[in-house]
């Protein structure tokens, strides 16, 4: 299949959008940039087109052609099943495979959701929970899910240059974006060497630098 | 493969370990219940031998074998991936596989991990959060999640009987054990009339039925 018309919504400090970003670089697959401002005025998302397109009113969106993909990891799932690319995101084995989905999921389940904007807009809206309680709230939840990231990594003679071998998988593409929300918060990453020495080894590549949020086109 | 040796470390009331349950029978696959009490003295999930197993601390963990596998939706793949048995989880396109998982993670990522109950321990422990402002919490992530999944099911003629065509899928794993939640926390789900019928279904399945919260050995 080729990949023309691959549109993303995405915003630049999303880690969710970050995600995908990076699947869609490291697969090689050009892409077009639709940013969606959710710091704007009211929040972008919540606009009535964005809102039919993806009525959960989050980002991010791919559009594949007339097709439209919700949810960041059913996208990268999916553009790993659907486009060969430059490489495949997902172990060749279900064993390895579970392993892979099993670490994205601290992040992408046990970690992002409840840090992110919407939580946190509801704790200070309705529970006057001042900012540096938000603050508190956003690294236990980082940190918490990180130790257990950090000893699945270190236990595990599956854990290489990479999570997973020697290779970039879904499980680093769902952990670069959490350590740089994990840095806005302050969490000290001192106490998480493996995490820490494979975002540095990510950011090496192309791929992860050119998804970074400071180098896209709606970054301020 | 043979199926010898599938445990599961469940508890009868963690929505989490509820979709595993229903995997494993949908599959028809033979497997051992391993109790966890998340609600007994101090919580079993934090024994020194379980976090061990599963550093998150979180229930299900699944052994096959000496095979450890963590994170619901990981573990269902896995199944699916691994073992024939009588039912296939995900369907057999890309581009549907991305709209069932895409259903299931508003359940997985979205819905379920913020009002878990490690998040509705820390409202209570560190902002003195009142019972009736945690129910509210509660049930307005249940109810935002379920206006999208709602909305998703009703304006897409590829729902049927279940959430994609006739044949139970993992967004039904996911979607049936929301719904036992929500309606522990009093959410309304005349408002969510697709959710409301498909559940219905769902539950004449004797693969549904014998992973009720209610039919677990753990369950008081």
Not at 28 to 55: K, M, R, T, W
Not at 95 to 104: C, F, H, Q, S, Y
Not at 151 to 172: R, V
Request: charged share 25%; with cysteine; hydrophobic share 35%.
């Amino acid at each position: 299949m080729s990949a023309e018309g691959l549109r993303l919504y995405s915003y630049w400090r999303s880690s969710a959008a970050y995600r995908v970003r990076i699947a869609l670089n490291l697969k090689g697959l050009p892409y077009e940039i639709l940013p969606v401002n959710l710091a704007g005025n009211g929040g972008e998302q919540h606009s009535a087109d964005y809102a039919q397109l993806n009525p959960q009113e989050l980002v991010p969106t791919l559009l594949d052609g007339g097709r439209v993909i919700r949810q960041s990891m059913a996208i990268i799932e999916y553009l790993d099943e659907s486009y060969d690319g430059e490489t495949k995101l997902l172990p060749p084995t279900a064993r390895d495979r579970a392993r892979v989905r099993g670490l994205a999921q601290i992040v992408v389940c046990d970690i992002h959701p409840i840090g992110n904007l919407r939580v946190l807009q509801y704790l200070e809206r309705e529970f006057n929970t001042p900012s540096v309680e938000r603050e508190r709230w956003s690294r236990h939840w980082i940190r918490e899910g990180f130790e257990a990231f950090e000893s699945l990594l270190a236990e595990n003679p599956a854990t290489g240059q990479f999570c997973e071998g020697d290779d970039p998988s879904l499980a680093d593409v769902c952990l670069v974006p959490q350590v740089y929300n994990a840095r806005r918060w302050g969490v000290d990453l001192a106490e998480f060497p493996t995490i820490a020495r494979i975002e540095t080894e990510c950011l090496k590549l192309p791929a992860f630098e050119r998804a970074r949020p400071e180098n896209q086109p709606d970054a301020p």
